[in-house]
T-cell receptor
Framework: GQQVMQIPQYQHVQEGEDFTTYCNSS?????IQWYKQRPGGHPVFLIQ?????EVKKQKRLTFQFGEAKKNSSLHITATQTTDVGTYFC???????????FGQGTILTVHP | NAGVTQTPKFQVLKTGQSMTLQCAQD?????MYWYRQDPGMGLRLIYY???????DKGEVPNGYNVSRLNKREFSLRLESAAPSQTSVYFC??????????FGQGTRLTVV
C-alpha cells in the first residue's frame, strides 16, 4: 500500500533559523497537501500541490513538489515562535478517498 | 458554517465500556475519515468513507466500527474499550483530492 515517510521527526531551531521538512512516497502521488497542527489543536490546511515540479510560496513558507511527484518539501525562512507546531504532509494517491499522512515533524523554536 | 463538529470533546471510559464518537460536517463532502493521534505521534487512519453508504478500513481498524449514517454523519464506535485506545480522535471530511477539514478532536482516556 501507499507509504509516506516524513523527516525529520523533530527539529529544534533558534528563532531566525531556517527549517525544512521532507515527505517521500513509495508511489507516485496525485497531489500532496501540507497541514500545521498547533500544540493542543487540530490540523489546519496550509496548501495543496498538484503539478510536477510545482513551487508555491506563502510569505516565509515555500512548498515544493518533486518532478516525479514522489516527494515534497516545506521550507520556512527565518522561523518565528509562532511557527511552533507539528507539520504534516498528506498524500493523495490513486486510491479514491484514502488520505495518508506522513508521521509529522515537530518544530520547536527557541526565542 | 460550522465545518466539522465532533462530540464529545472529552471522555473517560472504564475498560470494557462502549461508546460512540459522533461527527457531522455541513460542507456536502463525500469523503469522511476517522484518525487517532497518540502523544508525539502522527495521525493514523482508522476508517474512512469515500461516499455515503461505503466504509473501508484504514491502518488501525481493530477494536473499532464505523457507520456512515448519511452524507453528513460518520460515527466511530468502540465496542469494548481498552487502555490502548486512549488517544485523541479526529474526524475529517473532504471532497475527492481536496482540502481536508478537521474537527476539534475528542480526547479519550480509557482506565
Amino acid at each position: 500500500g501507499q507509504q509516506v515517510m516524513q523527516i525529520p521527526q523533530y527539529q529544534h531551531v533558534q528563532e531566525g533559523e531556517d527549517f525544512t521538512t521532507y515527505c517521500n512516497s513509495s508511489t507516485t502521488l496525485s497531489n500532496i497537501q501540507w497541514y500545521k497542527q498547533r500544540p493542543g489543536g487540530h490540523p489546519v490546511f496550509l496548501i495543496q500541490l498538484v503539478k510536477s515540479g510545482e513551487v508555491k510560496k506563502q510569505k516565509r513558507l515555500t512548498f515544493q513538489f518533486g518532478e516525479a511527484k514522489k516527494n515534497s518539501s516545506l521550507h520556512i525562512t527565518a522561523t518565528q515562535t509562532t511557527d511552533v507546531g507539528t507539520y504534516f504532509c498528506l498524500a493523495g494517491g490513486t486510491s479514491y478517498g484514502k488520505l495518508t499522512f506522513g508521521q509529522g515533524t515537530i518544530l520547536t523554536v527557541h526565542p | 458554517n460550522a465545518g466539522v463538529t465532533q462530540t464529545p470533546k472529552f471522555q473517560v471510559l472504564k475498560t470494557g465500556q462502549s461508546m460512540t464518537l459522533q461527527c457531522a460536517q455541513d460542507m456536502n463532502h463525500n469523503s469522511m475519515y476517522w484518525y487517532r493521534q497518540d502523544p508525539g505521534m502522527g495521525l493514523r487512519l482508522i476508517y474512512y468513507s469515500a461516499s455515503e453508504g461505503t466504509t473501508d478500513k484504514g491502518e488501525v481498524p481493530n477494536g473499532y466500527n464505523v457507520s456512515r449514517l448519511n452524507k453528513r454523519e460518520f460515527s466511530l464506535r468502540l465496542e469494548s474499550a481498552a487502555p490502548s485506545q486512549t488517544s485523541v480522535y479526529f474526524c475529517a471530511s473532504s471532497r475527492k483530492d481536496g482540502e481536508a477539514f478537521f474537527g476539534q478532536g475528542t480526547r479519550l482516556t480509557v482506565v
